[in-house]
C-alpha cells in the first residue's frame, strides 16, 4: 500500500514552498508514496511586502498565539495519512500567524492526531524559541516530531537585521552596500533534495518515533542565539501584552506604543545584543561541554 504523505505550508514571498518543492520532489516520484500538498490561505491578506506599522502591530497576536482564522483545507480522508509535513518559518519568534491558526484548528486536530510529524523550518536564523511553541502546538494535537529541518538566510546575524528587515518592507532582495543578499541561498534550497531521497527510502518500510533525517546536516543550532531569543521573546510577551490591552491588531489606539516598542528594540538591538552575545561567548568558552549538552537538545529530533 502507498504511504500517503500530507503537507502543509504557508509561504508569503514563496521562498519556503520552493524549500518544500525541492525537499519534497524526490517522493512526487515515488511509486510508493502518495503526496498531497496543501496549502495554507488565511482569511486575511498578508501583503508582501509589508507596510511597516502593520508589520510591528502583528507581532503581539503573534506572540500570543491569536491569528486570524483560515480557509478550511481542502483534503480528502483527511484521518488516513501516514506522515504530516509541517512547512512554517517563524514571526517574531514564534510560528507565522497563518500556521498557528492552523495548528490551533478543529481541522489540525482532527489530521494530526496519532501521528508522525516533521517540520520544515526557512527562516532568517531565529528559529528556536518558534520550534519550542510549535513542539507544544504539535503535542496538542496528540502527535509527535519525529524530525525537523531548518534552513536559514545567507546574511550572517548582524548583516540579516538589515537584508531581512529591507526585504520584509520594501520586497528588495538583492545584495546591496556590500551586504549579501537576503534570503536563503539557491544552492542551499537545491540541496534539500537530499531530505526527499532519504524520505522516499525510509518510507519503504515501517515508519515509527525514529528520527528518519538523521546526519543529513537537518539543524545547526546557533548557540549565539539561544538567550538572544529567550530575552527578545519574553519582550514581545511584555509589551506585546500592554499593547493588546489599547485595542485590537490595526487599531489606531496601538500605534504610539508600536513606535516606542520600535525605537525601544532599536535601542536592544544596538546595546543589549552585543553585550548580550560577548558574555555568552564567554560562557560557551568555560562551559563548552554543557553549551555543547544543550545545543545537541535543541538540535533534536533530526540532530546534524
Ligand atoms: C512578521 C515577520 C516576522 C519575522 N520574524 C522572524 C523571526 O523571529 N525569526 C526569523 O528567523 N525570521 C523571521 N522572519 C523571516 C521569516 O521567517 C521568513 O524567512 C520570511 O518571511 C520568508 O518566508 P516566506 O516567504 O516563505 O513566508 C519574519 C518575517 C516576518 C514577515
Redesign the pocket.
Known sequence: MKKRVLVVH????????R?LNKALSPLRDARHIELVEARIQSSEN?K?P?DTIK?FD??PE?VYLDPPQNMPLKIEDEESFDLIILGY??????P?MPMSAFMLSYQAKKILNAKPVITII??????IE?QKTMKELIGDCNARLIDNVVL??QSGPIESLIT?PR??LTGKKDAFWGLSAA??KDENINASSRFGERLCEKLKGEITDEPMLSNLGAVVADARFVATEKIAKRSFRIWGALIRLLGKRGSKARVPVVIIYVIFLFLLIITVVPINMAIQTIIRRLFKAKVAKMLLNIEKPSGR
Open positions: 504557508f509561504s508569503q514571498t514563496g521562498q519556503l514552498t524549500v498578508f508582501f509589508w508589520f502583528a507581532f503573534t518559518q517563524p514571526w517574531f519568534l514564534s507565522s526557512g527562516c532568517r536564523n531565529m528559529w518558534a536559514i538566510d531581512t526585504w520584509m534570503g536563503i
